[in-house]
């Protein structure tokens, strides 16, 4: 007997799929075939069994490595660059690289993304007019191509949902496989918070604080989110030295490589794209204070990085700006500007504030670290 079950999402979220595949195993359904397309899973029916599974992602199509068949795992299926191995070992000691799931998913995620920053303005757009239409400011006309309007913003929903879905369960998925979790310190004596501002924009100035801090016997706990609520507590005076590092893309082996000299991670930012961390080292009064590079030429590569990711987001906000300012000057010509398109529109260039002066705090550090 055959049994199909379809999982949309499976992809996403493989530790669930593989804990499904070993439920299903144990009910006497065995994995038989995978259509990726329909997202159809196909069972066939046999004697119950216990064994684990693991997803694989593999680019090269190579056989199964020597030391995890002799530790136990079978390649139960092969779809294309997907594998679905299975352990039906009691006690399992090397598992399978999760790698190329990552890798994969991560570029799913910032497609999503990507596209989800593009539909901001057109769903703000389509707010402001459903918001217009409900207050009676604006009329709507019958017209059956109301249907694709309906339909592209049901689109632009759908893509949002899932980037938010995308962002949760890469992060998570990371942070278990790949290091990434802060070193958050739990606090014994009284703490203190102190709030900074944008200030990813000015790192140098960032990590000179946190070590004078930690100089003055206030260390670090941990930085609440969104990033920006710094907690200390009262201790002795120690020399730490903070390292402000930004990766337009980090590998997954980032946090490991760094945790594994030493350093703690006391913040980083959700998405694994244009990513910035906080790290922490202690080290003896006196001695060389540790740092992720000495090499003149990295830092210089690390403030281009910083001022590309500013420009980035400027460009982004003025393309934005074009595009709503022609929009409100062409109801202006039509005489249709009423007082709330003149609010939204003053509200609008007074937001412009921001990214402007991001990238004004950006080039001063740049200059700064051109000057050290």
Known sequence: MTIKKCRLLWSYDVEKTERWLKEMAAQENHLKDVNRMTRMFTFDQAT??????????????????????????????SEKKWKFMKNKSEEISIFPSREGVL???????????????????????????LFMVIKGAATVEPSPFWSLTVLFFLQIIVVMGLAIFMIQKVRRFEKKFFGGATDVKESVGDTFTKWRFGWM????????????????????????????????????????????????????????????????????????????????????????MPRFTYDSVEKKAQVRKVVLSAAVLLLYFLVI????????????????????????????????????????????????????
């Open 201 to 288: 924009y000015a790192p140098d100035i960032l990590e000179n604080w946190l070590s004078e801090m930690s100089a003055e016997g206030n260390h670090l706990v941990r930085i609440g989110k969104p990033g920006l609520r710094f907690v200390f507590e009262k201790g002795e005076p120690k020399c730490v030295s903070y390292v402000f590092d930004y990766q337009l893309k980090a590998s997954p082996s980032y946090f490991n490589v760094h945790q594994s000299t030493g350093w703690q991670l006391k913040y980083t930012s959700p998405s694994s794209f244009a990513k910035y961390s906080l790290w922490a080292q202690p080290y003896d009064e006196g001695g060389e």
């Open 48 to 77: 119950a069994e216990s064994a684990h599974f693991q997803v694989v992602y593999d680019k090269s199509q190579n056989t199964l490595p020597r030391k995890l068949a002799e530790a136990g795992w079978e390649e139960t299926l």
């Open 103 to 129: 890798k994969r998913n991560r570029i799913h995620f910032y497609l999503l993304t990507g596209l989800a920053l593009f539909y901001i303005m057109p769903l703000l757009m389509m707010l402001i007019t």
């Open 321 to 372: 700006a074009v595009f709503f300012i022609s929009l409100n000057y062409s109801m202006y010509l039509r005489d249709s500007w009423s007082m709330f398109n003149k609010v939204i529109f003053v509200a609008f260039i007074l937001s412009l504030s921001s990214p402007l002066l991001i990238m004004t705090r950006t080039m001063k550090y740049a200059f700064r670290m051109r000057r050290g």
